[in-house]
């Protein structure tokens, strides 16, 4: 019993050493992120099927191998793809 | 042609080449509050923001409706127009990587009526539908067929930067290039 007693301000420290460099890594992030005064936002572009298609071959261009996975849900074949 | 990343549920990580195109793209067109360039750290944020907020379909996206030939001309659908004389839908996939080589292209070899920038920018597009093949969008038979379809810039098409080393000598477009 005494020992697990002991035990727990060793794991609160742990958990501080942790949790504590992540925080301030964020921290630093929001810092950063507030000198951008307007947070950009999407294009408002309805694609076509046809469109959606082109840009989809743009992607797998931009993509680097290492960079591209399969949809575990398993996709299906989106409107106007032969 | 195998349908890729088509649902609209299908999400992918941004991919670093094309958050690097947004951070890029948003960040030096920022100005923070007092009007200032953004600083390397807004940059790096914005990068990470990206990451975390928008996915590959999105960036995709915003960097073709970013695309831009010179300095007037904006947005995918009026590049393809005026580079290729085509509307973006109804582009082929070799005249898809066609734009995307010419994308990355220094200035000076964007224009292929320069030395032998015309096939540079062949063997650009060539790689980038080989890539194509290598993810699985394209089959053999498809990638042949791609790889022999030529170069075909719009006639009209008079933005091209000068020549590295030419004098301005005229207004009048060149004659627009084809490679078969």
Redesign the interface.
Known sequence: MRRIRGLRPLLCLLGLILVLPLAAIEWLYRHALAQVPELPTLPAWEMTPDEQRRRDWWLAMELRPGERRSNPSGPGPSPGTS | ??????????E??G????IGR?ESY?GFK????EGNP??R??H???G???SRH?S???L??????QLSVGPRIEGVHDVSRALLGQE????S?AD??L??ALHDLPHRRRNPTCGDNLEYIRGRRDW?LR??E??C?LSQRELEAALRSPLVFAPTFSDWPPCPGAKPTSEEPGEAPVAR
């Open positions: 042609m195998k349908p890729l990343l088509g649902a609209p549920h299908f992918t990580l991919g670093s080449r094309l947004a948003w920022s100005r923070d509050l953004l600083r750290s807004a790096v944020a914005l990470i923001w990206f928008w590959a379909e999105q995709a996206t915003d960097a073709l409706a973006w839908a109804d582009l996939v898809v990587a734009l995307a980038r890539e194509l290598r993810a969008v």
